[in-house]
């Protein structure tokens, strides 16, 4: 079903370079040329909006921590979005990943006060990525057992995480002060150490080496290899002995787990608590980036830095521009958009299609 | 009003949206395009039935002006996949994204930051004489507002455009072998263009009903997954719009049912009774994933030089 999209995903390194970098500037500058005339056509300034999106996250230290502390958790559901994608299984439960991911961050945040931290710390981060493991665990079971589409699957158990966060922090641990659904804090101890002024937290190093291993795995290590191929050409692969259904099942419980990092980070690093709510959109942003990154896992730290400076200005231009910040979001849309079609314009040196 | 007839009465009313974006889910699915972009394109839908019907005064203009907002994100999906041949869940995916930008982008336009949302009036509920007589169903079925009446008709329009006429054969040759299709004079692209354009017109309308029959107003949300659940139920549904239907009830029921026994107060957390529609959906696909089969060619594009079989 997919592999006419993973044939372009999949196109050796050489043949990108070029052409693709130029279309890809095309596709950005035609995003924000349209976005610019809707800007207008609402009766606002797009240079002074534009100025807000670009530059917030690069004028005060402020704005550049905030962008980092977005793109953790962007580009680890970007990672957990392109790790399935690879083997042509789409995973659109990052959020219920993330949320998941964080309840059993904050679980034993909260209940295993008095460990130090050497012990606390490593055992929060592993309970929200096995959590997050087990949750797209279940959509992986589904799909090799009885052959569900996990688009669905995924989806679904996005739904029914809201459920859980919703019982752990309005019943099970909650601080009835917030006047939301939210928890008591987690132990000192269980916190993310920072650094720097403004803090900056300790997963944005998580996040920089998990994407160093992910792109070392798959660019170089036999798992990569076999997932690309059962991507490319699942006929082949499964004709060379790679079990297709274990790869993709295996892909799909990895993205969890990477999901479930990140929800594990949000709530060590950010917030020091479970809130409702705290996934923000960072679904559809780890999406857009991992479809604008076609699979290119050393491009895609680089798209979501990108992507979290476009949301970290979108919020600014809402205040200077007084335009929705969800312009953004089509903007972004737009971006992904032409980037597509662009693979239409390009010149396609031995294409295969089926 | 008994309560059998209450409890009917809320599930044929619930059963709307999903019939109406999961016809037109399986209308362009039976075309061989697998449309992923509900969810945005029935926030869209509910965005502008809301906003339209606010400022010309008339729900019909609203339903139809959303009807008409989701026929072009169709339009793109159709074209995109068939003649850009652009993967379907990619493109389907950026057009979620763009339509539920463009859903509260429009809200926060036209209406701003209100303490108080306006409203709009909801569609009239037009009783049917005599069979809103008949007990228990009479009043759950034929005293409703017109979107519900216009949702069977179109299913059973649907059945008998599919199964009873030529035009039906060939769309679902389209679906199941489009080189066979092909070989025989019906295109591909224009089919399959047609086809999204339409479901994608209905799936916006199914969001448009939210706004219109229950709250009177658009808040961010409101959809809550009924666009997914819609792709959930067409795949339970076979694809095909008479086992669509009696699907629709069930995933009405399990929605009203998590709502009512919320109200009820029965002793089980009302945040897990909340999980109750997806959790039995996730059940159900794997009923539907062994008796249910979908088109032979769902989700994969046409091209016409291509040497495989298929």
Redesign the interface.
Known sequence: ??S??LA?LNRPAVRRSATSALSYIIAVLAAFLVTGLIILW?GQDPVTAFRSILTTSFRTSFGFVETLHKWVPISLLALGFTIPLLSGK?N?GGEGQLLVGACAAAAVGITAQGLPAVILLPAILIAGTAAGAVWAG?AAW?LVR????E???T??????S???V??IA??VWSDPAAGHPTTIPIADAGLLPTFGAPPVHAGVIIALVVALVAMLIVRRGTAGYELRAVGANPRAARVHGVRIAGVAAAALVVGGALGGLAGAIEVTGVYGKLIEGLQTNYL?LG??VG?IARGNVVALPFVAFGIAVLEVGASAMQRTADV?N?????T???I??FI??S??VQPRVGRR?? | MSNATQFLTLVVTAMVPFILASQGTMLGGRAGVFNVSQEGVMALGASVAFLVSLKSGSTLVGLVVALLAGAVFGLVLGAATTNLRLDQFVVGLALFFAATGLATLLYKVVIGVATQPPLVPTLPQWRIPGLASIPVVGPAVFDQNGLVYFALLLSAALYWLLYHTSLGMRLRAVGENPKCADSLGVSITSTRIVTSVIGSGLIALGGAYIPLVYTGTYTDGMVAGRGWLAIALTFFGAWRPQFILPGAAFFAAMEVLALRVQVQGIDIPHQFIGMLPYVATLLIIIVAARWARAPAFLGRNYDRESRTAL
């Not at chain 1, 009885?146 to 589409?149: A, D, K, Y």
């Not at chain 1, 989806?155 to 029914?160: K, M």
């Open positions: 079903m997919t006419a999209a372009q609402l789409f659109i279940i589904l009885f052959g569900v589409n688009i669905l699957t989806v679904l158990l996005n739904f029914a809201f459920g859980i919703d019982y309005s019943e559809l999406i857009i479809l929705p969800e312009m953004v979001l089509i972004e849309a737009l992904l958009i597509l079609a693979t239409v299609s089926r």
